[in-house]
């Protein structure tokens, strides 16, 4: 008998072919060299800021509630009620867009449409639909409310129509054999299909428009986000500890709360 | 599902007389709720200037085009900027999301009581603040410029992907964890010979997700001052350059596409 080969097994390489791998990790490499070379870095600010950053970690042990209170308590209600009501209008809005852009109900003109609306709505960000609404609504929620309902749009339309597309066409089916009407259609075979994913996406939705509404702010939409760019302008942090601990409390409230909602609804 | 017995016929309804009581109040509170929000919302906006939005919505759109295409090559260097800024900021977010994510998953972290619940601090805190936030505070901290949006990229990543990952490692499977551990290996090794590759296609997939969602924040960022091309957009706003605006916007559009495809195609590739 030959002396047995000793073989110790070696896990495959992600990349098969071994030209490929290496111009991968010497690409990948190139570029961290030269892009962490192009970052300037201002390191004598940066160990200035040090200080600072500490003392806002502290600030989070003895948050300020009171003495921006009222300011505080505004700018909450204002994203509150901005979130509640874009997320209602835009509900309404998308539902008919999101029909719309489903292939199996639309025929294709509106259907090409509605996908277009879906797909401006999706590329534009929040920050930047704010700025436009901001310029041509003037400061203040209002603004707040049009550039969350707009973003809304782009998002559940999308989902709702992709499930719409995806619902089972024997009901659909069944349905028109009865001889129903369009919109009896709508009501009766596909509505109860996407009724609790489109109640799941709209709670989704209202946890993301809180989260945005708190960002809009910075560049004048009302809201928290205001408030909160206020209180870093003159270096009140333990005022903007305080507001960020509000916001994450209430994103984990609206998180834990929609997601027991969900359950129930499936 | 109910029937409806009246004078000699049977009929079918969908729910019963109880049952659509409560759901008719369920949507009559929805609607008080929001008529009420309506009402706080609006109770400070100036009417007349919302009536003038179509007018001013025209007078933009006029100062807009044409777009000053010249300003384009001012552009090139904030965008390798922005492009650094979600890259670098995907990378480092990666750096301090794994060990995260293997600290939350039920399956591996080293205890439940003590470390697993820091970790999912760590991640709803990193999750419940947009990186604009991040930004905002970072700029005061380290000072404006690329670094702060690196840093605020990173800070909001880790939880985005701390807690995608989390989640595809407490659902893969543990047969091939029992297989390793029979053969003697070290709890080090079951991870690396029997989590890792598991979790390795879902670990790519997050995080080439997220860097498309970076892209995408990271050329806004400048407007809290964390650099990239966003600077430029606050600059040219500032000044009314609307011509500007118009090509900035169209550059942001243009990346975000672009990256969106890249991501898409690597996604496809991976799984």
Known sequence: ?266 | MPLLRAEDRTSWRHRTPRAQLALWFGWLMLVALTVFSWEVMTRDTIWAFVADAPRQAADIGSRMVPPRWSYLEQLWWPLWDTLNIATLGTLLAVLFAVPVAFCAARNTTPSTVLVRPVALLLIVASRSINSLIWGLLLVAIVGPGTLAGILAIALRSIGFIGKLLYEAIEEIDPAPVEAVTATGASRLQVLDYAIVPQVLPAFAGITVFRWDINIRESTVLGLVGAGGIGLKLQASLNTLAWPQVTVILLVILATVLVSEWVSAKVRHAII
């Not at chain 1, 879906?118 to 603004?143: C, H, K, N, Y």
């Not at chain 1, 946890?207 to 960002?215: G, K, L, P, Q, T």
Request: aromatic letters at 10%; proline letters at 4%; charged letters at 15%.
């Open chain 1, 1 to 266: 008998m030959a002396t047995a080969v000793r073989r110790t097994w070696r896990r495959p390489p992600l990349v098969a072919d071994r030209r490929l791998r290496w111009l991968l990790y010497g690409g990948a490499l190139l570029y961290l060299v030269l892009a962490t070379s192009t970052v300037e870095v201002n390191w004598a600010r940066v160990w200035d800021g040090l200080g600072r950053g500490w003392a806002f970690v502290q600030s989070f042990f003895r948050p300020d509630f009171t003495t921006r209170g009222s300011d505080i308590l505004q700018g909450m209600i204002e994203s509150l009620t901005m979130t509640v009501t874009a997320t209602v209008a835009g509900i309404l809005v998308s539902v008919p867009i999101g029909i719309g852009a489903a292939r199996n109900l639309a025929p294709l003109p509106i259907y090409l449409v509605c996908r277009g609306l879906i797909a401006l709505s999706r590329a534009l960000q929040e920050v930047i639909v704010a700025i436009f609404f901001v310029a041509m609504f003037g400061f203040g929620p209002f603004a707040g409310f049009l550039t969350l309902t707009f973003n809304t749009i782009g998002f559940l339309g999308k989902l709702l129509a992709e499930d719409i597309e995806d619902i089972d066409e024997t009901q659909v089916e069944a349905i028109r054999s009865t001889g129903a009407s369009w919109p009896q259609l709508v009501n009766w075979a596909v509505q109860p299909q996407v009724m609790p994913r489109l109640i799941g996406l709209s709670l989704y939705r209202l946890d993301i428009n809180f989260r945005e509404s708190a960002v809009i702010g910075i560049v004048g939409a009302g809201g928290i986000g205001a408030t909160l760019e206020t209180a870093m302008d003159r270096y009140e942090y333990d005022s903007a500890a305080a507001i960020l601990l509000v916001i994450i409390a209430i994103v984990m409230l609206a998180e834990y709360s929609s997601s027991h909602v969900r359950k129930w609804v499936q």
